[in-house]
T-cell receptor
Framework: DTGVSQNPRHKITKRGQNVTFRCDPI?????LYWYRQTLGQGPEFLTY????????KSRLLSDRFSAERPKGSFSTLEIQRTEQGDSAMYLC????????????FGEGSRLTVL | AQSVTQLGSHVSVSEGALVLLRCNYS??????LFWYVQYPNQGLQLLLK??????LVKGINGFEAEFKKSETSFHLTKPSAHMSDAAEYFC?????????????FGQGTRLTINP
């Protein structure tokens, strides 16, 4: 299966620690997105890459959050000095440029901050 | 700003009954609209999409949705519910902001199927 892959699937950490999530998109997709989903809510947009360029960042993405996509392939999302409010599912999605906007999602990385 | 509103955070139907999940959109331009399904602890899977072709769109698992411009609606239906349809369903609209295309999601509707 060559779908979107995310790891780790689950991460439990203590408040104040740093965590990093990785996303491997579908290989031919040049657009990559990160969303955050809290319990009982719809996914909220965090950031977007076109190839290696980060083109948009949501105001939800505080200074403690940083995302990269070196070489336009996989992407990482790092959260520094985690807070309990960061507990959520972090979803990665990808798509082809020129498509109708349909996103292909990974299984998500669930973060629990104690 | 373009957005979607899902009416009803929780819908419960009996197995074999009609499923109707409501979604209304707000858009100043012809929208691209999507329905996704999410099973527990999983990512989102596309059910169907409207891209300004036929107004009645058929998707996977027997679901379909009708785009009604006059009502700004894109409701999801299935004639006969199956136990495996129990999941969270999200309506989404594609928006273009400063050259970046992204999906904006509704709050979701949890579908429960009663035996």
């Amino acid at each position: 299966d060559t779908g979107v892959s995310q790891n780790p699937r689950h991460k439990i950490t203590k408040r104040g620690q740093n965590v990093t999530f990785r996303c491997d998109p579908i290989s031919e997709h040049n657009r990559l997105y990160w969303y955050r989903q809290t319990l009982g809510q719809g996914p909220e947009f965090l950031t977007y890459f076109q190839n290696e360029a980060q083109l948009e960042k949501s105001r939800l993405l505080s200074d403690r959050f940083s995302a990269e996509r070196p070489k336009g392939s996989f992407s990482t999302l790092e959260i520094q000095r985690t807070e309990q409010g960061d507990s959520a599912m972090y979803l990665c999605a990808s798509r082809l440029g020129g498509s109708t906007g349909e996103l292909f999602f990974g299984e998500g990385s669930r973060l629990t901050v104690l | 700003a373009q957005s979607v509103t899902q009416l009803g955070s929780h819908v419960s139907v009996s197995e074999g009954a009609l499923v109707l999940l409501r979604c209304n959109y707000s858009s100043s331009v012809p929208p691209y609209l999507f329905w996704y399904v999410q099973y527990p602890n999983q990512g989102l899977q596309l059910l169907l999409k409207y891209t300004s072709a036929a107004t009645l769109v058929k998707g996977i698992n027997g679901f379909e949705a009708e785009f009604k411009k006059s009502e700004t609606s894109f409701h999801l239906t299935k004639p006969s519910a199956h136990m495996s349809d129990a999941a969270e369903y999200f309506c989404a609209v594609s928006v273009l902001v400063q050259g970046a295309q992204k999906l904006v999601f509704g709050q979701g509707t949890r579908l429960t199927i009663n035996p």
